[in-house]
């Protein structure tokens, strides 16, 4: 049974906070930092033309979400930079989810869990509508349970922002944060049913 109940009506005094200072975000090599997604794939994605862009407060917490626990290659790896940029606006004001007051509104950790993500991205767009910029939130794949996720809310696709500070992604970064690197599997252990 799920927990997590509709987005209310009012969000007037729902807590809040401000974005934090640093961000950061796994990404290919070579793509752009900046993109905030609308096709229904994220927790969080707004209906077009608006989207979101998924970040973290750290590094462990970008990898994690990234890799979704993995296993991974060390070619995924090796094709990814950790990204660490500034926020857009400073001052954004995000619904903080975490915070003991969200309670009242009906928020639970399901926010962060649920599948399929039909309901969070409803809370979503009740956040926005009600003037938020984003969504501070836990993590799915974080189980230090702490507003290490950061959802911005913009026009859907890639602005053309400062791609911030880049890292290039190694094996050693990526099992540090827990996730298996595996090579892949040789053709003649895997079985194809068709």
Not at 140 to 161: I, K
Not at 164 to 189: D, F, H, K, W
């Amino acid at each position: 049974m799920i927990s997590l109940r509709e987005p209310p009506d009012d969000l007037r005094g729902f807590p809040s906070s401000l974005v934090p200072g640093r961000l950061l975000r796994v990404c290919r090599s070579g793509r752009a930092t900046w993109w905030f997604s609308s096709d229904g794939s994220g927790r969080f994605d707004l209906v077009p033309p608006a989207g979101t862009c998924y970040l973290a407060t750290d590094a462990y917490a970008a990898v994690r979400e990234a890799s979704r626990l993995g296993p991974v290659t060390p070619a995924w790896a090796g094709a990814r930079e950790l990204r660490r940029i500034a926020p857009p606006d400073a001052g954004a004001r995000l619904a903080a989810t975490t915070r003991r007051g969200a309670g009242r509104f009906g928020v639970t950790t399901e926010l962060a869990t649920l599948l399929p993500h039909d309901l969070p991205r409803r809370w979503a767009a009740a956040f926005r509508s009600h003037g938020f910029a984003g969504i501070r939130h836990e993590l799915r794949h974080d189980p230090r349970a702490r507003p290490s996720g950061v959802a911005l809310f913009g026009a859907a696709g890639a602005p053309a922002w400062d791609d911030g500070e880049r890292q290039r992604l190694t094996t050693a970064m990526v099992v540090e944060c827990g996730v298996q690197i595996l090579p892949p599997p040789r053709v003649a252990a895997v079985t194809i049913v068709d």
